[in-house]
C-alpha cells in the first residue's frame, strides 16, 4: 500500500506538535509495510527520511492540468490571515514567526505565470495563498505518482488533499488533530472553518485523535457519525533524557501549569484552585509556565487574592528549562478548557509528576492513573491538588502505575488502527 | 431429605458526602444525608417492602415449611430506623413467624476482622443488640462481612460461641469437593460452615435477567431440576444472595418477584428438598470435613479474595491509618466519635477505591457514587484527616485534664483548637461583634494574642512557647462561653484603640502575619519575619 500523505512541517522543522505527530505516525506505518510519500511545503534536507520518502512542494513542476485547478480555487484565494491558526503550536514562536522580515519576502508573485512556486512552510501572514498554492501542487503530485490513498493532517492541507483526490480519484482520509474551535472557541474565522468542513466532506473517511474531537465534528461541522474514526495519538519518548537536575531551591512542593496561558488552556481555574489551596495549606508553591493574551491578566488576579507570594510565573519555557519544570514538579495541572488531545500530561508522568487533567480534554480519554475533573470545577481541582500533595499513597501510587502507562501509549498502535481506516477506503 | 438454605445480604453504608479539604477541621458532618436517605427510600419502594410482602405471603402460604435467613448489617438498621421505620416493622413480621432467621455480623459492615479483635467483636456485640432491639431476635449463626472468612477468623467466631458461620465456596478452597456439605472451622471443628453454592446463587443474582446467558429465561422448572441433578449424596444447596437482588439489582420488570413467588412450589412439588434457616441445618447435617483456608476468601468477584476492598496502595494506606487510630478510640468515651469510627470502617468506602474494575466487569461502578477510585480515596482521607484531629485533641483535652504529660507540640495543637471553637462560638452568638464575619474575628482574635506576646518582647523561641503554655492553663480552665466572653471583650477594647489611633495599616497586616507562621511551625523563618515586622512597626512609626 502506498500513501500519499499532505502535511505541513516535520521534524526537526516544527513549531508545534503537528510535525511530532505526524513524524511518529509515519514511523509507525512504515513498519508495517505502507510506503509514504509525505510532502511539506518546503524541504531544508536535514529532515529524517529513514522510513518515509519527503517531497518538498518547492521542487514540483506545476503542470498544466494542475493549472487548470486553480478556478476550483478561486473563492479562497488570497485570503489573508494572522491570527493563531495552527495546533500544538505555541505563542512565543508564533510571534517569532510573525515578526521575522523575511517571511514578509515571501514569492508572492502570481502564480499562474509561474512553473515553480516558494514555499516557506511557515505560519505566516500569507498563510492562506500558501495553502492555495500547496493544494495546486498537489494537484500535479498527484497526477505524477502512483499511490492507493490520501491522507492530510489538518486544515492547511485539506486543499491539498481534496486536490489530490479531483485529480487522481483516490480515497481521501483527513486527519482532525485540532478543529477552529478548539483554536478560538466561539470565535471562529470564517475561512478556516470553511475549508474544514469541506475538506470532511469530501473525505471518505476522518480520522480525530480523540472522542472529544470527534464530537465536535459530528456536532459542529455536521458530519455523519459512521464516516469519523478516532484514533488517539501516541507519544515517543526516545529522545528522553532522564538525567535532569533536579535539586529545588524551595521547602515547598510544587504544583505546576505548564502551557499557553490562554482562555482555551483554563489557567485561570488554576489560579482559584491554587487560591483555595494555599489558604489551608500554606507549604505548596504554584507556577505557572508559559505566555499568553491572559497572562497579564493572571498576573493580577495572584496579586489581588494576595498569593504572589506563593505563586510564581516563569514566562515561556522551551526544551530543557519543560523537563527541568517537569523535574521540580510535585503536581502537574491541565486545566483545559477545550483540548483536543494534550501532550503535555504525559511528559510529566514520564517525569514521575501525578497528573490532574480535565475531563474536557482527549488525553482524559486514554489516561488510567491520573485525576479527571471538570475544568470549571474549583472546589474539585484544589481537592485534587491537596489530596496528591498530602496523601501520599495517591502520589506513589500515580508514579508506580503512570510510567508504564505512558510507556503504553505507542504510536505504533495509532498507526494499526490508521491502517485499518484506510483499508476501510479502499 | 435435602436441604435449600436461603440467606439474604441487607446491607446499606453511610455514604459520605463530597467532603472538601477546606471542611478539614471546620466542618465534622461527613455523611450525605439526602443520598442516603434518599437511596434508602428508593430500595425499600423497590425491594425491601415488596419482597418482604413476598416472603411473608409466602410463609403464610406454606407455613413452617418455608424458611429464610437475614443478615441486616447495623448501618442498615440505623438507616432502618432513621428514614425507613415501615422496613423496620415488615422485619418484625417475619421474625415473629418463627420462619426467619436473623444472623450475627459487624455492626458497620466493617472488614475489622481482618485487623482488630476487639473491635470484630464489639462491632457483633454492637449489631446482635440492635437487631434484638430493633426486630426482636437474638440471633445464634455468624456472617462476617462480603463472607470474609479464613481460620483464624473462624476461630475467633467459635470463641464467641457461636455454633455455625456462613462463608462462600470458593473454588480455589474446595478444589475438587462440593460446597454441597457442611464443613468444620480447621482450628476449632465445633463451628460448622455452610458453604454458598456460588453458581445456583449466581444464577439467581447475577444472571437472572442477562439476556446473553444460554440459559435465559430461568424458570423455576429448570432451577428445581439443577436442583434435582446434584449429586444424590450432597446434602445442602445454600443460596446466598444480596437481598436486593430482588427489584433492585434485577429488577421487577424481568420477572424476579414471580420466579421466587413460584419456586417454593416447584420445590415442594416436583423434588426431595426442604427449606431450613442456617442454624437448623448446621443442626441437621453432620460436617464432612475441616475446611482449611489459610488465607482470606470473600464472595466477591472472580478472585473471590478480599482484592476488592484491600490491596491497592490507597485501599491500604485508607485502611490502615483508620486502624492506627484504633489504640485511641478505646480511650475515649464520646458518643459522636464513636459513631463515626464505626460509621467509616464500612467496607464500602474501600470498594469504592478499587482499581480492578479498570480491567475488568463495571459491577464495581455500579454500586459507586464516585467518577473514580482516586476521588474516593481524597474523599475519604480528607474526612479521615478531619477525625483524626478531632480524635486527638480530645485525648490531649482528656490528658491536660488528667494532669498527663502534654508536649510542646501538642500545646499548639489545642491552641489551634480553642480559636476554633472560640470562632465558632462567637458565630453562634450572632453578629453583634463584628458584622458575624468569622475572619474579621479571626483576625482581632489574633491581634488580641499577639498584643500579649509582643509585650516581653524577643526571647528564644523556647521562651514563647513557654509563655503560651503558662498563659494558655487560665483560659482552657475556665468554661469555654467565659474564654469567649473575655476575648470578646478584649476585641471591642483593641477595636477602640484602633479607633483612635487614626490607624497605621500596614503594622496590623504584618502583626496578622507573624501570629500565624508561629502557630504553624517554629520553623526559622518565624524569627525572620517577627524580626522583620518588628523593624516595619518602628518606621511606621
Request: proline share 3%.
Amino acid at each position: 500500500m502506498r500513501v500519499l500523505m499532505f502535511g505541513w512541517e516535520f521534524p526537526p522543522h516544527i513549531t508545534g506538535g503537528l510535525g511530532t505527530a505526524c513524524f511518529g505516525l509515519t514511523k509507525g506505518i512504515a513498519k508495517h509495510n505502507v510506503d509514504v510519500i509525505f510532502v511539506v511545503p518546503k524541504a531544508y534536507g536535514d529532515e529524517d527520511g529513514s522510513s518515509i520518502r519527503l517531497v518538498a512542494a518547492e521542487n514540483i513542476d506545476v503542470s498544466h492540468t494542475s493549472m487548470q485547478l486553480e478556478e476550483f480555487w478561486k473563492h479562497i484565494q488570497y485570503l489573508e490571515i494572522s491570527s493563531n491558526i495552527v495546533p500544538y503550536v505555541d505563542p512565543e514562536e508564533f510571534k517569532k514567526i510573525i515578526d521575522s522580515s523575511d517571511l514578509e519576502s515571501t514569492e508572492t508573485s502570481s502564480f499562474t505565470s509561474r512553473k515553480k512556486f516558494k514555499f516557506t512552510g511557515k505560519y505566516g501572514p500569507n498563510l492562506m495563498s500558501e495553502v492555495t498554492r500547496y493544494a495546486i501542487i498537489a494537484a500535479t503530485l498527484a497526477s505524477e505518482n502512483h499511490f492507493d490513498v490520501i491522507h492530510a493532517h489538518d486544515w492547511l492541507t485539506y486543499p491539498a488533499g481534496i486536490a489530490a483526490k479531483m485529480v487522481s480519484g483516490k480515497p481521501l482520509v483527513i486527519h482532525v488533530h485540532a478543529t477552529e474551535f478548539d483554536r478560538s472557541g466561539e470565535n471562529v474565522n470564517q475561512s478556516v472553518y470553511d475549508i474544514e468542513r469541506r475538506g470532511m466532506e469530501v473525505a471518505d473517511k476522518i480520522i480525530t485523535v480523540s472522542n472529544y474531537t470527534r464530537n465536535i465534528v459530528i456536532t459542529r461541522y455536521g458530519i455523519p457519525e459512521d464516516k469519523v474514526i478516532t484514533v488517539h495519538n501516541g507519544v515517543d519518548f526516545s529522545n528522553h533524557q532522564d538525567d535532569i537536575d533536579s535539586e529545588r531551591g524551595v521547602d515547598e512542593q510544587v504544583v505546576t501549569f505548564l502551557g499557553r496561558v490562554t482562555f482555551q488552556k483554563g489557567p485561570d481555574y488554576f489560579v482559584e484552585a491554587a487560591n483555595k489551596v494555599i489558604k489551608k495549606h500554606p507549604n505548596v508553591r504554584f507556577v505557572m509556565a508559559g505566555s499568553g493574551d491572559m497572562l497579564n491578566r493572571m498576573i493580577r488576579r495572584v496579586a489581588k487574592l494576595g498569593i504572589a507570594h506563593k505563586f510564581h510565573f516563569t514566562g515561556f519555557l522551551k526544551g530543557q528549562d519543560v523537563h527541568q519544570m517537569f523535574a521540580l514538579s510535585d503536581v502537574y495541572v491541565m486545566p483545559s478548557v477545550s483540548e483536543p488531545f494534550g501532550i503535555s500530561p504525559l511528559e510529566a508522568m514520564r517525569s514521575n509528576v501525578p497528573v490532574i487533567i480535565s475531563k474536557q480534554s482527549g488525553v482524559s480519554e486514554v489516561l488510567k492513573y491520573a485525576i479527571k475533573v471538570d475544568f470549571w470545577d474549583v472546589d474539585a481541582l484544589a481537592d485534587s491538588i491537596y489530596g496528591l500533595l498530602n496523601y501520599k499513597a495517591l502520589a506513589n501510587f500515580f508514579i508506580e502505575h503512570g510510567q508504564d502507562e505512558v510507556n503504553n501509549l505507542k504510536w505504533d498502535n495509532a498507526a494499526k488502527q490508521v491502517i485499518d481506516v484506510y483499508n476501510s477506503v479502499l | 431429605m435435602k436441604t435449600i438454605c436461603f440467606y439474604f445480604q441487607v446491607h446499606q453504608p453511610y455514604r459520605l458526602r463530597r467532603y472538601r479539604f477546606f471542611d478539614i477541621g471546620k466542618n465534622h458532618n461527613y455523611f450525605d444525608d439526602f443520598a442516603n436517605r434518599s437511596i434508602m427510600r428508593k430500595v425499600a419502594e423497590k425491594c425491601y417492602l415488596p419482597t418482604n410482602k413476598l416472603m411473608l405471603d409466602l410463609i403464610n402460604e406454606y407455613g413452617y415449611r418455608f424458611k429464610i435467613s437475614y443478615s441486616i448489617s447495623g448501618t442498615a438498621l440505623d438507616q432502618f430506623e432513621q428514614y425507613a421505620p415501615d422496613v423496620l416493622d415488615s422485619f418484625r413480621k417475619l421474625a415473629e413467624t418463627g420462619c426467619v432467621e436473623f444472623l450475627a455480623e459487624t455492626h458497620s459492615h466493617s472488614l475489622s476482622a481482618l485487623k482488630n479483635k476487639d473491635e470484630f467483636y464489639r462491632q457483633i456485640e454492637s449489631q446482635t443488640k440492635r437487631l434484638e432491639e430493633l426486630v426482636g431476635y437474638k440471633p445464634k449463626t455468624f456472617r462476617n462481612t462480603e463472607l470474609i472468612y479464613s481460620d483464624e477468623i473462624g476461630a475467633m467466631v467459635a470463641d464467641l460461641g457461636y455454633k455455625a458461620m456462613l462463608t462462600e465456596g470458593a473454588k480455589h478452597i474446595l478444589g475438587w469437593k462440593s460446597s454441597n456439605f457442611l464443613y468444620a472451622n480447621a482450628i476449632n471443628p465445633k463451628l460448622k460452615l455452610l458453604l454458598k453454592n456460588f453458581r445456583l446463587s449466581d444464577d439467581i443474582a447475577f444472571r437472572f435477567s442477562n439476556r446473553d446467558w444460554s440459559e435465559w429465561p430461568l424458570t423455576t422448572e429448570k432451577f428445581v431440576h439443577w436442583l434435582n441433578n446434584i449429586d444424590p449424596k450432597e446434602e445442602i444447596v445454600n443460596l446466598f444472595m444480596d437481598y436486593e437482588t430482588f427489584g433492585e439489582h434485577q429488577w421487577a420488570e424481568t420477572g424476579i418477584f414471580d420466579f421466587m413467588r413460584a419456586l417454593p412450589g416447584r420445590v415442594f412439588s416436583s423434588s426431595n428438598f426442604e427449606f431450613l434457616t442456617p442454624s437448623e441445618a448446621a443442626d441437621k447435617h453432620q460436617p464432612i470435613a475441616l475446611l482449611h483456608v489459610p488465607y482470606p476468601i470473600s464472595w466477591a468477584d472472580e478472585e473471590r479474595d478480599l482484592t476488592a476492598w484491600l490491596g491497592n496502595e490507597l485501599q491500604d494506606e485508607a485502611f490502615n491509618h483508620l486502624y492506627s487510630l484504633s489504640d485511641k478510640i478505646d480511650k475515649l468515651n464520646d458518643a459522636d466519635l464513636k459513631r463515626d469510627w464505626l460509621y467509616l470502617q464500612t467496607s464500602d468506602h474501600f470498594y469504592y477505591m478499587c482499581t480492578k474494575w479498570f480491567s475488568d466487569g463495571d459491577v464495581h461502578k455500579y454500586f459507586n457514587p464516585y467518577d473514580s477510585p482516586y476521588e474516593a480515596f481524597i474523599n475519604f482521607m480528607n474526612v479521615l484527616s478531619d477525625f483524626t484531629i478531632r480524635l486527638k485533641s480530645k485525648i490531649l483535652e482528656l490528658n491536660y485534664f488528667a494532669n498527663t504529660k502534654v508536649d510542646m507540640e501538642e500545646i499548639d495543637i489545642l491552641i489551634q483548637l480553642y480559636k476554633q471553637k472560640m470562632l465558632e462560638l462567637v458565630k453562634i452568638k450572632g453578629g453583634e461583634i463584628i458584622n458575624g464575619n468569622g475572619n474579621g474575628f479571626a483576625k482581632n482574635a489574633e491581634e488580641v494574642s499577639e498584643v500579649k506576646k509582643t509585650k516581653p518582647k524577643t526571647g528564644t523561641k523556647t521562651k514563647q512557647s513557654k509563655k503560651l503554655t503558662s498563659e494558655k492553663p487560665k483560659v482552657v480552665s475556665k468554661e469555654k462561653t467565659t474564654s469567649v466572653k473575655v476575648s470578646a471583650s478584649k476585641v471591642k477594647s483593641i477595636k477602640a484603640k484602633s479607633g483612635t489611633e487614626t490607624t497605621k495599616p500596614k503594622a496590623p497586616k504584618t502583626v496578622k502575619k507573624t501570629s500565624t507562621s508561629k502557630v504553624e511551625s517554629k520553623s526559622k523563618a518565624t524569627k525572620g519575619v517577627v524580626k522583620k515586622s518588628a523593624s516595619k512597626t518602628k518606621k511606621a512609626k
